[in-house]
Nanobody
């Protein structure tokens, strides 16, 4: 059974940092490009960052380039999102996504609130 469990969210002030984790089970993340999405209140879910199966290629939304870094530890079956210089507009629920066996899997999300 494929499961994705996000953690690491919380309340921070503008300019601070957080690291999100996505622990995968039921499959090996070596087989999938992994992604982080976010959904702000009243908005649609949007792609934040994606990392290739071997970690050699990454891509980011323009709004987070230079501030966020996606990484993966295949041995731990975990994907990370390091978020620096957080802004109010980064407030959202952050979701981990994995395509596995032709199906799309999502975690339940972790809430990040950036507020002074």
């Amino acid at each position: 059974q494929v499961q994705l469990v996000e953690s690491g969210g919380g309340l921070v002030q503008p300019g601070e940092s957080l690291r999100l984790s996505c622990a995968a089970s039921g499959f090996s993340i070596r087989t999938a490009a992994m992604s982080w999405y976010r959904q702000a209140p009243g908005q649609e879910r949007k792609l934040v960052a994606i990392i290739s199966r071997d970690g050699g290629s990454t891509s980011y939304a323009n709004s987070v380039k230079g501030r966020f870094t996606i990484s993966r530890d295949n041995a731990k079956n975990t994907v990370y999102l390091q978020m620096n210089s957080l802004k109010d507009e980064d407030t959202a629920v952050y979701y981990c996504y994995a395509p596995v066996g032709g199906m799309a899997y999502w975690g339940k999300g972790t809430l990040v609130t950036v507020s002074s």
